[in-house]
C-alpha cells in the first residue's frame, strides 16, 4: 500500500504544471532567440565577425535606435513649436556649430586616436555614454521646460557627431579580406536605418505613454 501510495506522488510530480510552464517558456523565447539569431548571422556574414565589423554593424543599430528615441522625444518639445521661419534660422545655427568643429578635426581624429591606446573603442563609448547622460538630463526638461533642454538637446547632437565621425575611421580598419569599403559603409548604414525604422514606432508608442519615456529609452539602449 505504501508503494502504491508513493508511485502515485510520483507520477502527480511528472505530471504537474512544471513542464507545461517550461514549454510554454521555450515557444515565447523562440521567436526572441531566432530573430537574434538570424540579425548575427546577417552581422557576422562574409567574414565580418572575424574582422570586428559585425560587432561595430549592430552597434551602429542600437546607436541609431538610441537616436531616434531622443528624436521622437524631442518632436513635442519648444524645438518644434516654433514659427516655420524661426525655426529654419536656428536649425541652421545649431548644424554650423554642431558641424564646424567636426568638419575641421575630422582629418586629424583618427591619426590622434591611433596614438591612444584603444582610443577609437574609448571615443566611441564617450560618445554614447556622454548621450546616455544627457538623455536622462533632457527627461526631466522635456517635463520642465527647464532652460537646460538647450544645451542638453546640443550636446546630444554633438556627441551623435562624434561617435560619427569616429565610426568612419574605425570601419577602413575592420574590413574583411574581399570586402570593400563601400559595401562595408552600406552593411552598417542599413542596419542604422533598419533599426530606426524598428525603434521609431517603440518610441511613439513611449510618447503616449509620457513624454519622458522615450527617453528612459535611450538611455537603456
Not at 158 to 180: M, N, T
Amino acid at each position: 500500500m505504501a508503494a502504491a501510495r508513493t508511485e502515485f506522488k510520483r507520477g502527480s510530480r511528472g505530471r504537474g504544471p512544471g513542464p507545461r510552464f517550461r514549454a510554454v517558456g521555450r515557444a515565447l523565447r523562440l521567436p526572441v532567440t531566432g530573430t537574434a539569431r538570424g540579425i548575427r548571422r546577417a552581422t557576422h556574414a562574409h567574414g565580418a565577425g572575424e574582422s570586428g565589423l559585425g560587432k561595430l554593424i549592430e552597434l551602429h543599430g542600437v546607436n541609431g535606435a538610441g537616436d531616434v528615441m531622443i528624436t521622437v522625444a524631442l518632436a513635442s518639445t519648444v524645438f518644434f513649436s516654433v514659427p516655420t521661419d524661426e525655426a529654419r534660422g536656428r536649425v541652421a545655427l545649431y548644424l554650423a556649430i554642431t558641424m564646424a568643429p567636426f568638419t575641421l578635426l575630422a582629418p586629424v581624429i583618427g591619426p590622434l586616436l591611433d596614438r591612444l591606446p584603444h582610443g577609437r573603442r574609448a571615443a566611441m563609448a564617450c560618445a554614447m555614454g556622454a548621450r546616455a547622460l544627457l538623455a536622462l538630463v533632457l527627461s526631466g526638461a522635456v517635463v520642465t521646460g527647464g532652460i537646460e533642454l538647450y544645451p542638453a538637446a546640443l550636446g546630444v547632437l554633438v556627441a551623435s557627431k562624434a561617435y560619427g565621425v569616429v565610426r568612419s575611421a574605425v570601419v577602413p580598419r575592420l574590413l574583411p579580406p574581399r570586402v570593400s569599403l563601400v559595401k562595408a559603409n552600406s552593411r552598417v548604414t542599413l542596419c542604422g536605418l533598419l533599426a530606426t525604422g524598428v525603434a521609431a514606432p517603440i518610441g511613439a508608442g513611449l510618447q503616449q505613454v509620457g513624454p519622458r519615456w522615450p527617453l528612459y529609452g535611450a538611455f537603456l539602449i
